[in-house]
């Protein structure tokens, strides 16, 4: 589904169905199936996703189990879909709320009662409730609670998966965006570049994608530094290339065209100017 064969992905969900049936795995199907209309039929996502989080509660998984905030997560993003905006909050203040209550009441159990990789998941599950959280934020313009969440999620995401994790770098660059458009460009401008520097140490394959970021930052900051942000869009398609990526391709030739027209229109106001003069 992440890159984008959505009916192959279509295949996969429903022969899990078709496994679970046999199974008897009732929750799984009702989970599954609530998955497969999420992404188009949102209506019947809902019912699907509410009877699979009552079936499961009702044989005694707790409310702050991790499978239950899932659910609970993409209803929230299926209200945020629909502009139920109050359902929606509430969706997400539960998810963030009763992970970081889990995530204290966890500190507190010994060490053996508790395996690494299921600390690391409820956190990781934080994460990614933030940063489902932010992008509705962000998309009604709530910048400065938008802001909020992402450093919390970058944070988090860091704490667990490395400062270097292509997820770290990517909240990197989501929160210099937040950063930008609040108008704090030399902050977001050092977020940003500091996720490109990592992500060439850490030789990233994706690079094409995030340099063509810091060069909006750049372009933001100095608008005048044409040659440096040409060098950058060369770099970066030069990686596209090499990655076959022909959408970032694309983007890239279409990013080196307008910055020839704004380095054009600078050089034309220039030279009004200074017939003005």
């Known amino acids: 589904m992440m890159i984008g064969e959505l009916d192959t992905a279509s295949g996969f969900l429903h022969k899990a169905v078709h496994l679970a049936h046999q199974m008897f795995l009732t929750d799984s199907v009702l989970y599954i199936r609530a998955y497969i209309c999420s992404e188009h039929q949102h209506e019947n996502a809902e019912k699907l996703f ?25 209803l929230a993003s299926i209200y945020a879909t629909q502009n139920k905006n109050e359902l929606a909050e509430h969706g997400f203040q539960f998810c963030t709320e009763s992970l970081k209550a889990k995530i204290e009441k966890q500190k507190e159990f010994p060490p053996e009662s508790l395996s690494d990789e299921e600390r690391k998941d409820t956190r990781l599950l934080l994460g990614l409730s933030l940063d489902t959280r932010v992008r509705y934020l962000a998309a009604n313009h709530r910048f400065t609670g938008a802001c909020r969440d992402y450093q919390h999620a970058l944070q988090t995401c860091q704490e667990e998966q490395g400062e270097s994790h292509p997820q770290s770098l990517v909240l990197m660059s989501d929160l210099a965006t937040v950063l930008d458009l609040q108008g704090k460009h030399d902050e977001a401008l050092a ?8 992500g060439q140490a850490a030789g990233h394959p994706d690079q ?12 933001n900051k100095k608008s005048g530094e044409f040659e440096e942000s040409g060098k950058l869009y060369q770099e970066a398609l030069a990686l596209a290339r090499t990655a076959g990526d022909g959408e970032a391709i694309e983007q890239l030739q279409e990013g080196l065209k307008e910055l020839a027209s704004r380095r054009d229109g600078q050089t034309e106001s220039k030279q009004e100017q200074e017939l003005k003069e």
């Open 191 to 198: 977020h940003v570049k500091k996720a490109v520097e990592l």
């Open 208 to 219: 094409h994608v995030l340099i063509p970021i810091f060069n909006i930052f750049f372009i």
């Open 50 to 74: 509410k009877a699979a989080m009552s079936f499961i509660l009702s044989g005694g998984t707790p409310q702050d189990d991790n499978a239950v905030i899932v659910m609970s997560l993409k």
